[in-house]
T-cell receptor, first 114, second 114 residues
Framework: DTAVSQTPKYLVTQMGNDKSIKCEQNLGHDTMYWYKQDSKKFLKIMFSYNNKELIINETVPNRFSPKSPDKAHLNLHINSLELGDSAVYFC?????????????FGNGTRLTVT | DQQVKQNSPSLSVQEGRISILNCDYTNSMFDYFLWYKKYPAEGPTFLISISSIKDKNEDGRFTVFLNKSAKHLSLHIVPSQPGDSAVYFCAASASNFGNEKLTFGTGTRLTIIP
């Protein structure tokens, strides 16, 4: 019973395609996030949703569109994929976005754009 | 601008000895610090945290020390075990923002030699 699960684990696609990554958490948390880990290993926040509402949208191209149908799910859709989008994308959740409740991460989706 | 730095990309320690992982930060607004551990092909998992009102926090074999004047924290693992081999990420946040502005270091790969 994985707490934060994301699919797919690997995604290989060509430039210009549109792809989605799904994320679900069964922890009952109010807040979910998308993080990107680039080739230099930096883990950077992309988006944060609290109770299905967008809270944070860091400087991410608008080709990236998160969707939260309910507070247990936060999906990431990426349009017109570019080579620079190749990275590992982690979904995470926490009890609240204010305060310091630890993040629970999924196992990541390795996206390779060719 | 890298506000959280882990200057040692890798560290090897003999089993049973002490592992010391270091982290430096530049933002004086940071007042809450966390360590995450990451195995290959998995997401980071929360290990231990410390608030700036303390200078030490201990949890079993793991102790985090905080030196606010030096803007430095360290994670001590004693005794080190083979299962401790992983990448360790230091992270920092400011209470006003919590997870909204959680900033990660680039990680230190710890290898425990049997």
């Amino acid at each position: 019973d994985t707490a934060v699960s994301q699919t797919p684990k690997y995604l290989v696609t060509q430039m210009g395609n549109d792809k989605s990554i799904k994320c679900e958490q069964n922890l009952g948390h109010d807040t979910m996030y998308w993080y990107k880990q680039d080739s230099k290993k930096f883990l950077k926040i992309m988006f944060s949703y609290n109770n299905k509402e967008l809270i944070i949208n860091e400087t991410v191209p608008n080709r990236f569109s998160p969707k939260s149908p309910d507070k247990a799910h936060l999906n990431l859709h990426i349009n017109s994929l570019e080579l620079g989008d190749s990275a590992v994308y982690f979904c995470a959740s926490s009890q609240a976005y204010r305060g310091n409740s630890p993040l629970h991460f999924g196992n990541g989706t390795r996206l390779t754009v060719t | 601008d890298q506000q959280v730095k882990q200057n040692s990309p890798s560290l090897s320690v003999q089993e049973g000895r002490i592992s010391i992982l270091n982290c430096d930060y530049t933002n004086s607004m940071f007042d809450y610090f966390l360590w995450y551990k990451k195995y290959p092909a998995e997401g980071p998992t929360f290990l231990i945290s410390i608030s700036s009102i303390k200078d030490k926090n201990e949890d079993g074999r793991f102790t985090v020390f905080l030196n606010k004047s030096a803007k430095h924290l360290s994670l001590h693992i004693v005794p080190s075990q083979p299962g401790d081999s992983a990448v360790y990420f230091c992270a920092a946040s400011a209470s006003n923002f919590g997870n909204e502005k959680l900033t990660f270091g680039t990680g230190t790969r710890l290898t425990i030699i049997p």
